[in-house]
Nanobody
Framework: RAQVQESGGGSVQAGESLTLSCVSS???????MGWFRQTPGKEREGVAA?????????RYADSVKGRFTVTIDNALNTLTLQMTSLKPEDSGLYFC???????????????????WGQGTQVTVSS
């Protein structure tokens, strides 16, 4: 069964940067890949998504546009989320996810994704 595993979370101060990575166990990264985050009591929300066949096709949540950048390296089966100018509201458990089938358009909808990692915690202090 295909698996993805996140890493790179940690605790930082507001304004600092952090980079998350997601490694796939196989050829999972052949469709849409996404980053989601969740905080206690809230729904898991889409942060960034990318078409693994064309890394120029990306989508971002309005709250992170201009601050977060999602990239993919298919040779290394690695998805990356570069986060800059972090804010306390960026804190949460960040998940990597893979969508089955063709990536018609990078999506931030949780229901579009079928393979999920265990998550990595990001904490931003003010």
């Amino acid at each position: 069964r295909a698996q993805v595993q996140e890493s790179g979370g940690g605790s930082v101060q507001a304004g600092e940067s952090l980079t998350l990575s997601c490694v796939s166990s196989d050829s999972t990264m052949r469709s849409c890949m996404g980053w989601f985050r969740q905080t206690p009591g809230k729904e898991r929300e889409g942060v960034a998504a990318i078409d693994s066949e064309d890394g120029r096709r990306t989508r971002y949540a309005d709250s992170v546009k201009g601050r977060f950048t999602v990239t993919i390296d298919n040779a290394l089966n690695t998805l990356t989320l570069q986060m800059t100018s972090l804010k306390p509201e960026d804190s949460g458990l960040y998940f990597c996810a893979a969508k089955k089938g063709i990536c018609w358009s990078p999506s931030l909808q949780r229901s579009q994704y079928s393979t999920w990692g265990q998550g990595t915690q990001v904490t931003v202090s003010s």
